[in-house]
Structure formats: C-alpha cells, structure tokens
C-alpha cells in the first residue's frame, strides 16, 4: 500500500545506531556508515549464515586512528583506482580505509597535511571523477594560515605514481603543494610566493 504519514514502519536491522552526519557509503552490495559517537566505523551486510543483516566493527584494529583524530565529521568515497573511503576528522586531519571485501581487506591510514595543527586543517572533502573517467579525485578545502594570514584552498590528492619501470622517477611528485612548470627556458621563475 501507499506510504502515508499514519502507515509508516521503520524497522531497525542492527543495534548499531548510526551518526546524523557523515551519511552512509554505499560501497558494493555494503553500507558502511559511522556510529553515533563518530569514532568506529561499521559495515553492514546480508550475511547468508545468519539469514538477515549483520553490522560488523571495521575499525576494531586501528580503533585509535579516529579517536585520536576526534571522530568522523565527513566521508567520501574513492572508487577508482583502490576502494578508498576517506574521513574528515574533528581535528582537520585525514584517516582513510582501502576497502575490498572479497579480499577480506580493510586497512587503515592516516593522513595529515603539511602544516599540521591549527596552520593546516581540512575542512571539507569530495570525491569527483577525472575528467577522463579513469580515476575518481579527492578534493579538500584547507584553510591554511600562512605568515599569519589564514587563507582557504580548494587542494586535490595527486594520483598514485606507476612508474614505467622500476628505475624510472619521471612524473614523481609527493607535495603538500605544488606547481608544476614544464618546458621552462627563463632563469628565474617568480609568482610561486604562495607555496612558500
């Protein structure tokens, strides 16, 4: 029948509340959502044994990484190319989980941005997908307090370096901020005052 305001039935599946924001990734045929303190991550699942719906603890091995970093405030999901779920901790650090179920994989890390502590502090996070489609990119706005100037930057997390072979160090890059100057013929490069 028609859901009207006087049939509506919510029927809880675990006991395991859930935050109010950040609001839940669908990720395969999972939901992984935050728990109400925002400090463990959970995944819930249809489990075939158990004939229903079972929240499992994802962060029971690395429980540290969120409480250390005050609890989760924001999440976003990078699909492509690694199955990585990002949180925007209450501190302004990052914390992210490589995902993959079938592998039985949940490995988390944490990420903090040069600076640290009150001169660089994430304040929102985003995943879009590359312009060719091939990656999904993570974007952050970091205010940053630089010479006692605070100033907010829209930054993105450079894509993973494959090198062509083992030798090979062209294309490497692993900046906090950077600019990237190809071709250059001048002696002296200017207009870079804002990476200082």
Known sequence: EPITPSNIS???????????????TRVGSSIIFTDRPGKRV????????????VSRDTTHISEHILRDGGGVIETAYQQEPNNILWFLLTDGTLAAMTWNKEQEVAAWHRHIIAG????????????????????D????????????ATQRWVEMMEEDFYPTSASTKTGMRFLDGGRLIENFT???????????
């Open 137 to 148: 990119d993570l974007y952050l706005i970091v205010k940053r307090t630089i010479n006692g």
């Open 116 to 135: 640290g502590g009150a001169d660089a502090v994430v304040e929102s996070i985003a995943c879009v997908p590359s312009a060719d489609s091939s990656r």
């Open 42 to 53: 959970r995944e819930v699942s249809y489990s075939y044994q158990e004939d229903g719906l």
């Open 186 to 196: 001048g002696t002296v490069i200017t207009g870079l005052t804002h990476l200082e």
């Open 10 to 24: 919510v029927t809880p599946h675990t006991s395991h509340g859930s935050a109010a924001r950040p609001r839940p």
